[in-house]
Every structure is written in C-alpha cells, then in structure tokens.
C-alpha cells in the first residue's frame, strides 16, 4: 500500500526538520570559523561576509595544533588497539561460554560516570609518577572504549553460528585455534565497528585528557580551550579548532557508516 499525501508531506517535513536541527549548528560552525570576531557579532553578516584563513592559519601555526593532532591520534589509536586485543578475547568467553555475571560487569562499567572515577584515579596515577603521560591518557580512555568493544562483539558473536567451531574443536583447535581461525576471519564487520567507535569516542574524550594530561600530551579538545580567556572569548579561533577536530570524524563516519550499521545490527539477526 501506498503511503497517503498527508502522512508523506509529514514525513518530509519531519525529517527535513530534525537535518536543519543536526546541521544548523554545524553549518554555523564551519561558516564562522571563516569569519572575523566583528563578523561573527554582526547579525547582517550572517550569511554574506568576506571569508578569512586567519583563524586557521592561527590554529595550525600559532597554537601548535599539530602537535595537538598527533597526540590525539597516538591516544585514539594506541586505546583502540588496546581495547580491541583485550575485549575481543572477553566478548568471546562471555557469548560463548554464558558468562553472564562478567557480562554484567562489563555492562556495568559501561554505564558508570567516568566522572566518578577522576578523582580516584588522579591521586592513584599521581601517586604513581603517570599523570602528564600519554600512558595514563590511554588507560583512562580505555575505560570508555574496552566496555563497548565487549558489548558490542558479545552480540555480534551470539550471531555467529556455533557449528564450524564444534567442528574445529572435533579435528582437534583448541577453544583458542578455533577463535583465531574461525571466528575472527568471520568476525570482521564487528571488529571494524567497534574498532571505528572505539577511536571516535577515545578521539572526542575530553574529560580524562583535560585532568590526566599536561602541555606537552595535550589533545585536540582539550587544546581548544586555549581560545577562551577569562575576559574574552575568541570564536573565530574557537570555531576553527572545533571545525578541525569535527570534520576528520565526520568523514570517518560517512565513509564508514555502512560497517557500522551491519556491525550494530548482526546481533539483532540471531535465531
């Protein structure tokens, strides 16, 4: 059946509503980032305005956003890989041996306000000699990303039909043989997702980098705050650096969102 007039013309203009909710603020970002501060304040200049590199140019030579860069990707990066060789191992006991008061661990420590843990783990790492490394940057973050590789290959395992590991365990793999060679080669599509996630939310962590890090192990949200003084805010500079550190993400996540749907929805296949 065909969907009638009323409740097409309804659904374009919902969802042309929620795009200019999600898009507005982005389109605004980008267009600012290419105005002056007086521009930015001049409500007639919204849309027409003499576009200017300065605030980039001050944000990649002046605030030493390169560096700031590399950091972030060093972060992401070492906690993702981190994350996925320890969680891949945990997600396949517990989806294939029914642990499910790990699994509530787990979940549990998915739910738990990071913010809860700063304190804690200031004086522990400071008592430690860590705080300021790029180590204890990449713990802190692997408490956000090690619990939802594990959620999210958990159900990406359930889906996988248990017969081909029965049958390498019969031609004599042990539990370990049969993981590496069955169920990894076929595990792909989750593994990238949660690979993708994993460093999207290690690279937008701010909270864990602005306590447990120092000048020389800034990251990118982190170093953004440099823009805002006490007396003034400089929203070009500011809208810059945000742009910067949005659109790298954003275009992972446009060219990858397919590995990511079927990564998310494989669990919800089972049965």
Known sequence: MKPRPAYRMFRVVALTFVMLMLLAPLIWMIAASFKTNVDIYDPGK???????????AKVLQQANYVEFIVNSLWVA??????SLILGLPAAY???RFNMKKSALVVLMARVIPGVSLLVPWYYVFSNLKMVGGFGVLIISHMFVSLPLVVYIMMGYFDSLPEDLEEAALVD????IGAFRRITLPLSVPGIATAGILSFIFSWNNFMFALVLSDADTKTLPVAIFD???YASIDWGGLMAATTVVTLPIMLIALFVQKYVVSGLTAGATKG
């Open 46 to 56: 919204a849309l027409a305005f003499s576009p200017t590199m300065d605030n980039y």
């Open 77 to 82: 990066f070492a906690a993702t890989v981190a």
């Open 93 to 95: 006991s517990m989806s």
């Open 172 to 175: 004599g793999l042990t539990h």
């Open 227 to 229: 823009f805002v003084g």
